[in-house]
């Protein structure tokens, strides 16, 4: 469910607007291209010891899968109590006004 509130698809309409007002002086949002040093290729370069602690993509997609699915649940779990609620309401009423004018 996260998708759907993604701040980047919601501020692009934004951003594309700004960049066009200024014109050719308008910045590219990633910048300019800087070759790593060694401390930095040192830190991204793979860890064997790290490994074990790493999630894994398919652990990670099965989890996101049930966390939709609950959360799909418990919005249809909600809406059916409200409706019940409603029609029970409804019927309340119903048999309140046939006893009165009885």
């Known amino acids: ?4 509130l993604n701040k980047a698809s919601i501020l692009s309409p934004l951003r594309s607007r700004f960049q066009s007002t ?8 990633r910048g300019y291209h800087i070759e790593l040093g060694e401390r930095e290729k040192a830190l991204l370069a793979d860890d064997p010891a790290l490994r074990r602690f790493k ?8 989890v996101k899968r ?3 699915v609950l959360t799909i649940v418990v919005v249809a779990g909600c809406c059916y109590e409200i409706y019940v609620r409603a029609v029970m309401r409804e019927e309340a009423r119903k048999a309140e006004k046939s006893a009165t004018s009885v």
């Open 1 to 4: 469910m996260a998708f759907l």
């Open 22 to 29: 200024n014109g050719s002086f308008a910045q590219s949002s």
């Open 55 to 62: 999630s894994h993509t398919k652990g990670v997609k099965r």
């Open 66 to 68: 049930m966390g939709d």
